[in-house]
């Protein structure tokens, strides 16, 4: 008879410890934050600001706000890594914590340059935690200055095609100094949060005026 009641509270101290660690990794995961944030608190948003102050701070030099920069870019970046492939189509995802860590990068050089604390007014802040679309800068090469004018950009997602709600006029395309075509080129475009899945696995598809296909795989999941 103690044998077995001792076995019982074993066998509920053991689906105690089971449902305590289910708990455990299960608040674990809730807590872990999306990637794209659609919503921001405003302690968050106070986070991204300082997530961009901080190193713009340490940087004593032209060549330190140079790789502070190159950072802040390679962070959102999805397509090809311009270090690697110069010419490969890519964007950077300027979404609610990149523009707001932006904030905090100028907020550092500001303070240098007048030797005093600067910040960022609230309604300024407000308004990145207000927005409703994310600016996706595209970057693309091509034969000639006016290659990428008329070009257009879709985000597809599980067999769904999204697109912006508005695209900016493409530059006028810059000499390429690698390897690859002649002439490099960027335009914007703005996507609707409530339009995509910040989470999922995405293919950018970037059609140019002569009709060319340029896309690339990119894990929003990995963005923030």
């Known amino acids: 008879m103690r044998i077995h009641s001792w076995l019982a509270a074993r066998r509920r101290m053991f689906q ?54 190159q950072q802040a870019s390679l962070v959102t970046r ?64 091509g034969d000639d200055e006016y290659f990428a004018e008329k070009a257009d950009v879709v985000f597809q997602q599980k067999g769904k095609t999204i697109r912006p709600v508005d695209i900016s006029p493409a530059d006028r395309g810059r000499k390429n100094d690698g390897a690859g075509p002649p002439y490099r080129s960027r335009f914007t475009a703005r996507f609707g949060y409530d339009t995509f899945d910040p989470n999922a696995k995405t293919t950018v598809i970037v059609t140019l005026q002569d009709g060319q296909l340029l896309q690339f795989d990119a894990d929003f999941s990995k963005v923030k």
């Open 78 to 141: 999805v397509g090809a890594d311009p270090e690697k492939d110069p010419c490969g189509a890519s964007a950077i995802l300027r979404t609610k914590r990149y523009r707001l860590e932006a904030f905090g990068r100028q907020e550092a050089a500001e303070s240098k340059k007048q030797k005093k604390d600067v910040r960022m007014p609230e309604e300024f802040i407000q308004k990145v935690v207000d927005m409703s679309n994310m600016e996706v800068e595209v970057q693309v090469c």
């Open 16 to 69: 105690g410890l089971v449902g305590l660690l289910v708990g455990t990794i299960l608040c674990g995961f809730s807590g872990m934050a999306s990637a794209i944030d659609i919503k921001l608190s405003s302690e968050e948003a106070k986070k991204a600001l300082e997530a961009g102050r901080a190193p713009m701070e340490k940087a004593n030099s032209p060549e330190d706000v140079k790789k502070v920069l």
